[in-house]
T-cell receptor
Framework: DAGVIQSPRHEVTEMGQEVTLRCKPI?????LFWYRQTMMRGLELLIY????????DSGMPEDRFSAKMPNASFSTLKIQPSEPRDSAVYFC???????????FGPGTRLLVL | GEDVEQSLFLSVREGDSSVINCTYT??????LYWYKQEPGAGLQLLTY?????DMKQDQRLTVLLNKKDKHLSLRIADTQTGDSAIYFC??????????????????FGKGTKLSVKP
């Protein structure tokens, strides 16, 4: 299995630009999670989906952030407009509902100038 | 609210045992986890323990859980330079918005950076 796939691995953009992060979960998994990691705040859950339905988006920082999961094999996290304080590593993880293990992707390192 | 605390740094010599400690606040946590993150990589699940257990051993790893004190520890025996990484403690909590499934959120500590000196 290829594991959780994220793209791009690195993104550098200017303040005000739209950023789209992509995630392909492990085939057969039906839960998907988006996390953000910063030095100051550590690892924070932004949103998670069960069976493509958003379950808890209380971690999404503000309306500039949106996430979609149009099908079981793809999810996006969009930031529009981006700001320097959005600079972080964004991780996607997937799991099978009823099991105890979340598998993490390699992350997208985002730098907003 | 939920909170998970860890010390930020630990330095040991190769061959010694490492003990990484963690405290959590949510008494309803059902599972507690240890993840490892190597530089530039995602998080890798090392082990987890169910809240009705006191101890779990897996090769060089020993997890101890004191549910009364809400204290979790990870012991790495015979620590190697390849064990140098950041170790995250996490507890599983259930969102009040959770429905239609048993999946809960993971609340992570800020991680303990383990440095192993040769």
């Amino acid at each position: 299995d290829a594991g959780v796939i994220q793209s791009p691995r690195h993104e550098v953009t200017e303040m005000g630009q739209e950023v789209t992060l992509r995630c392909k979960p492990i085939s057969g998994h039906n839960s998907l999670f988006w996390y953000r990691q910063t030095m100051m705040r550590g690892l924070e859950l932004l949103i998670y989906f069960n069976n493509n339905v958003p379950i808890d988006d209380s971690g999404m920082p503000e309306d500039r952030f949106s996430a979609k999961m149009p099908n079981a094999s793809f999810s996006t996290l969009k930031i529009q407009p981006s700001e320097p304080r959005d600079s972080a590593v964004y991780f996607c993880a997937s799991s099978l509902v009823g099991t105890e293990t979340q598998y993490f992707g390699p992350g997208t390192r985002l730098l907003v100038l | 609210g939920e909170d998970v605390e860890q010390s930020l740094f630990l330095s040991v010599r190769e061959g010694d045992s490492s003990v990484i400690n963690c405290t959590y606040t949510d008494s309803s946590s059902t599972y507690l986890y240890w993840y490892k993150q190597e530089p530039g990589a995602g998080l890798q699940l090392l082990t987890y323990i169910f809240s009705n257990m006191d101890m779990k051993q897996d090769q060089r790893l020993t997890v101890l859980l004191n549910k009364k004190d809400k204290h979790l520890s990870l012991r790495i025996a015979d620590t190697q330079t390849g064990d140098s990484a950041i170790y995250f403690c996490a507890e599983r909590v259930f969102s009040h918005m959770n429905y239609g499934g048993s999946q809960g959120n993971l609340i992570f500590g800020k991680g303990t950076k383990l440095s192993v000196k040769p």
